[in-house]
C-alpha cells in the first residue's frame, strides 16, 4: 500500500491525480500540499497548505509516513504569471522539497517529478524526436528552460546524494488545445495574415 504526497495539489495537474489516485485501492494515503485551496473535489486528499519550508515539508513526509512523492508544481508557460514566480516554483521550491526529502530517516523511496520537454530546447537543426542520451544542441536562453534545466541539475544532485530513492523525471511537452489556454494556444488564435504579390 503506497502513501503519497502530491505538491501543486491546486494545479490542473495535481488536482486530477489526487482524483485518479484516490480510485487506486492500492492507494493507502494521500495528502496534498500547496499555497491555494484545491479546485478539484477530493475525498480521502488530506490537504495542507504549506509553501516552500523543507523543515515543515520533512514533519509532514515524517508524521504521514509517505514514501512515494510526486512534484507536479513546474511552470513552464510564461504567461502563468511573473517569471520570477516562476523562478521561485520551479528552482527554489524543488530545492526546498528535495531538502525536504534528503536522508534516510524519512520513508520516502520513489520521487516523481514533473519537468518540461523545454529541458531539450528547440533550435532550427534539433531532431523531431529527443532521446534521453541526447544532450541540449545549446545552453538554455530562456528564463523557463533556465529554470527547468536547474531543477534537474538540483534532482540529479539529490539521486546521487540519496540512493535509495528511485528518482523519475517526465518531460511534458506544452500542451495545445482548448483547456488551459497557454502561450502557444494564444498565438495560434492570432488572426492569420495574408501577403498577395
Same mark, same amino acid.
Given at each position: 500500500m503506497s502513501r503519497i504526497l502530491i505538491t501543486g495539489l491546486s494545479s490542473r495537474w495535481g488536482g486530477p491525480l489526487a482524483q485518479a489516485l484516490e480510485r487506486d485501492r492500492g492507494v493507502e494515503a494521500i495528502v496534498g500540499i500547496d499555497t491555494e485551496d484545491p479546485r478539484h473535489e477530493l475525498q480521502r486528499t488530506e490537504f495542507v497548505?504549506?509553501?516552500?519550508?523543507?523543515?515543515?515539508?520533512?514533519?509532514?513526509?515524517?508524521?504521514?509516513?509517505?514514501?512515494?512523492?510526486?512534484d507536479t508544481r513546474i511552470i513552464t508557460d510564461p504567461l502563468a504569471g511573473p517569471l520570477a514566480r516562476a523562478h521561485q516554483v520551479n528552482v527554489e521550491a524543488t530545492a526546498a522539497l528535495l531538502e525536504a526529502?534528503?536522508?534516510?530517516?524519512?520513508?520516502?523511496?520513489?520521487?516523481?517529478?514533473?519537468?518540461?520537454?523545454?529541458?531539450?530546447?528547440?533550435?532550427?537543426?534539433?531532431?523531431?524526436?529527443?532521446?534521453?542520451?541526447?544532450?541540449?544542441?545549446?545552453?538554455?536562453?530562456?528564463?523557463?528552460?533556465? *529554470?527547468?534545466? *536547474?531543477?534537474?541539475?538540483?534532482?540529479?544532485?539529490?539521486?546521487?546524494?540519496?540512493?535509495?530513492?528511485?528518482?523519475?523525471?517526465?518531460?511534458?511537452?506544452?500542451?495545445?488545445?482548448?483547456?488551459?489556454?497557454?502561450?502557444?494556444?494564444?498565438?495560434?488564435?492570432?488572426?492569420v495574415a495574408v501577403f498577395h504579390r
Open positions: 497548505r504549506v509553501d516552500a519550508q523543507p523543515a515543515l515539508i520533512r514533519r509532514i513526509l515524517a508524521a504521514a509516513a509517505i514514501d512515494t512523492v510526486v526529502c534528503s536522508g534516510t530517516d524519512l520513508r520516502v523511496r520513489r520521487l516523481i517529478f514533473k519537468s518540461s520537454a523545454q529541458w531539450y530546447g528547440s533550435e532550427p537543426g534539433d531532431p523531431g524526436f529527443f532521446t534521453e542520451e541526447q544532450p541540449r544542441s545549446r545552453p538554455a536562453r530562456t528564463a523557463i528552460e533556465r *529554470d527547468v534545466h *536547474d531543477a534537474e541539475e538540483a534532482l540529479g544532485a539529490f539521486s546521487a546524494t540519496n540512493p535509495h530513492v528511485t528518482v523519475t523525471v517526465l518531460r511534458f511537452a506544452t500542451e495545445i488545445g482548448s483547456e488551459p489556454r497557454g502561450s502557444q494556444a494564444a498565438l495560434l488564435s492570432l488572426p
